[in-house]
């Protein structure tokens, strides 16, 4: 193994998905409504204790007694836009980490602006796809990272991590990923979760990244279409071992 | 079969999951967000019709045309509160059976505050967590089931369920509900279902309780882990036989 | 095959099928909670590409960027009412095609009033069941097709596609689909997408309704219980193939 020259970003990975499944963080979820059940029973999956209300009146309450918070703006309405703020404010006060997930932002001005007043809030991570990413910015993500500053994680066939000064690629995936609704808000609940438990957020996000890319892998491989696909995705993010990953893992 | 001590339970819930089946009872549900498939669908597995709206300008009319109305508090937000009420109230004055499910009240005063309004309109079963029991006053829940007078089931490794007079303990399930979302609130909806077709809300609750844990212990032993043990729990609540509830059922 | 009477419905709806999974059209649900994942789901099964947002203020944004819009009344409340008011008119307005699923619309009055004010934007097809078709005025869809007019597609053991004109009866399907929620809703969204790629919107509900009732028929045949049902009807819509279709189909 020693001669891989990832071998650092595995093992890191490995260890951090051992702390989600040992201390059960809580991560609280701001998400669209079709993500719900997928980023729940994902978080679940690997041990860690989702909480999901999103309305602003009881959402202070719920990231003080959470880990981590994810804020998603797919479906985004008025009510869960307040609730967002309320709650990027509240972790950004208390010092939870958090992550923002900007949906479809680069098709909406008025989505751009809310982002841009949510980053005030100093997430330790945004994760988008390349629009969106670019809309904020990031034609050079590490460019944007530097300048924010914050861990941008931009995901496609190939995932970009980067903090401005570090940065890594992540090879691992499937197309079937794309083929399932909100998957890509699940691995932002699930980096959620290694936010928790690693207070490095740009290898907490490698990590993640890692881990949800092995399995997806793993997934597809015993899938037939992407109805099986989603619940091998949860029955591998459960069992995954630390061999597998090892072995699986491509990052560079 | 006549030496085993819990054969009337036994017994009582496979008569109510068989008259489930053949009266096919309307159930309304008012409940969370991430909730609502999984509830849907473990009722139409059992064969009762769901209806789901939320809002409270219709809520009403649904509750007049249904048999049972569940009420959960999970992601409580002032609409589906609005709704709640309304929806509780109607159930009061047309007779109709109900269920609350005060999902995390120990974590916010308003949700306390709130849930002891809705307890105004006598649910004929509050079913929670300990904690969630707790919360309402329910250490003993013996006691609170007398003071209120309701069914209490405090649902865990083991569930207790008491009208305050009778009690009875229930064994079944497994590990792996803890580990999908809003299994808690599908079991609540099932037992909606069966409180539309027995009476007596205590025995129903019982008997539902034992088919969802006895559905749970076989789901877990078909799954590779919690994305295969959703599926494999509603199929076998679909095709669960008397002589398996009857065999596996452990009420005491 | 040349044998079979419907030999034109059958390689039509194969020719769609190709044509949704080559061109991937944008799709947009205006839905039910309860109905977006597996909406969504199902339209990515068959390549198509899902947007979902559900408030009014963007809505008008989507329909633009979209190729089909479905707007179903599931679980109606104010805020998704703005959005179909506005999201129907803007289709009307930029000739987007549109279907519009009446969910329980015999069911409440005010229902029935606002569906009969979506009419006016002029939705290429309407899809409900027979007790819905009814409560618009349909005893007769053959007549209501005509009068509005629009497509009218009647769907339960045997489905009924007609313009007024042209009828045909869609004979295919399982028990099963009744036994998971929103199936019906998302065979409403893969008619969104069929009717992207198909012109006559009639020919694109037939071709609609042949694929999602051949898949059900073939998932039913896999499944266990619903639970792996809902599963397998994903990776059939997947993985359909044309012949399996063409031997399938039976519309007359």
New interface residues.
């Given amino acids: 193994m020693r001669a891989r020259p990832n071998q650092d970003h595995e093992t890191a990975a490995a260890a951090a998905l051992s702390r989600v499944r040992e201390r059960r963080p809580k991560v609280h979820c701001l998400t669209?409504?079709?993500a719900?059940?997928?980023s729940?029973?994902a978080l679940?999956?690997v041990g860690a204790v989702?909480?999901?209300?999103?309305?602003a009146?009881?959402v202070r309450?719920?990231v003080a007694?959470t880990d981590a918070l994810v804020v998603n703006l797919?479906?985004?309405?008025?009510?869960r836009e307040d609730a967002a703020r309320v709650a990027a404010e509240a972790a950004h006060v208390l010092g939870r980490p958090w992550l923002l997930d900007p949906v479809?932002v680069e098709?909406?001005e008025?989505?751009l602006a809310f982002t841009r007043r949510l980053l005030v809030f100093g997430p330790a991570v945004v994760r988008g796809n390349s629009a969106e990413i670019a809309a904020l910015g990031g034609e050079d993500p590490v460019r944007l990272a530097a300048a924010m500053p914050t861990v941008v994680a931009r995901t496609g066939a190939e995932d970009l991590v980067t903090d401005g000064a570090r940065h890594v690629a992540v090879a691992n995936g499937s197309e079937l990923m794309?083929?399932?609704?909100?998957v890509g808000c699940a691995a932002s609940a699930l980096a959620g979760a290694f936010l928790a438990v690693e207070p490095d957020p740009w290898a907490a996000t490698v990590a993640a990244l890692l881990v949800v890319g092995v399995a997806g892998e793993i997934a597809a491989e015993r899938?037939?279409?992407?109805?099986?696909f989603?619940?091998?995705?949860?029955?591998?993010?459960?069992?995954l071992d630390e061999p597998a990953l090892l072995e699986r893992a491509r990052a560079r």
């Fill in positions: 669209s409504p079709v719900l059940e997928l729940a029973n679940l999956a989702p909480s999901l209300t999103g309305h009146s009881g309450d719920f007694a797919g479906m985004l309405e008025p009510a479809k098709l909406s008025e989505r794309d083929r399932v609704t909100a899938a037939r279409g992407p109805g099986s989603a619940v091998e995705l949860l029955d591998v993010l459960y069992g």
